[in-house]
C-alpha cells in the first residue's frame, strides 16, 4: 500500500509478519521405582489435570514408557521440568521429566 504526501515522496506501509514462539511439549518417562500414585499427584500438582486426566497420562507412561503432560512456550517448559524433577527427588524418586520442540 502506497501513501502519497504533498510533495510527491511515496511511503510504503510494510506489515511485518511476527511469529509464535516456539513449543515445546513436557514428557514424563517411565522408570520402574517411582509409583503411580506419585505421577498421578504429579501430573494434577503442576499440570492441573483432573483424576481422570492424570490417571490416563500415567498409565500411558506405564505402557508406552512416555507419556505427554502439555505443549508450553520454551521458558514454561523449563521451567515445569525443574519443578518435576526437583520435586521427584525431594521425594526420593527417579521420575524423569524432559522437553522436546513439537
Known sequence: ?????HEDVVLEVKKSKIKPPPMFKVI???????????VVMVLQTFFSKSQEQAAQIMLQVHMDGVGVCGVYPSDV????????VTFARKHQHPLKCVMEET
Open 77 to 84: 517448559a523449563v521451567t515445569k521440568v525443574k519443578q518435576v
Open 1 to 5: 500500500m502506497a501513501i502519497r504526501d
Open 28 to 38: 514424563l518417562l517411565n522408570d520402574d521405582f517411582t509409583p503411580m500414585e506419585f
